[in-house]
């Protein structure tokens, strides 16, 4: 079994910050995580910033240069510093990353419960 536990949500007024945390457990060989995704009501999941083994980051248009993600591989951990928050910013978010519970398995996609963002304006 792999868990991703998500946290760091909340209420916050506009301009305010967040650190969302997501770390995997569970019977892992080898993970990478690949991102935070997003979503509003009645939207589409979409991807808010991803990062590669290498450390390599990328942003939607949106929230480019105010948010950043970064990664603690010794912890099993992804972050989402949220800066400059904006009402359009609230959602619930949500870590992907992918999984290989031994060296002869494939890879896996799992994803976290999710964490709820509220931006007040």
């Known amino acids: 079994q792999v868990q991703l536990v998500e946290s760091g949500g909340g209420l916050v007024e506009a301009g305010g910050s967040l650190r969302l945390s997501c770390t995997a457990s569970?019977?892992?060989?080898?993970?990478?995580?690949r991102g935070w995704y997003r979503q509003a009501p009645g939207k589409q999941r979409e991807l808010v910033a991803s990062?590669?083994?290498?450390?390599?980051?990328n942003y939607a248009d949106s929230v480019k240069d105010r948010f950043t993600i970064s990664r603690d591989d010794a912890k099993n951990t992804v972050y989402l510093q949220m800066n400059s928050l904006k009402p359009e910013d609230t959602a619930v978010y949500y870590c992907?990353?992918?999984?290989?519970?031994?060296?002869?398995?494939?890879?896996?996609?799992?994803w976290g419960q999710g964490t709820q963002v509220t931006v007040s304006s």
């Open positions: 992907n990353c992918q999984v290989r519970r031994t060296p002869w398995s494939s890879s896996a996609d799992y």
């Open positions: 569970g019977s892992i060989f080898s993970l990478n995580f």
């Open positions: 990062i590669t083994s290498r450390g390599s980051t």
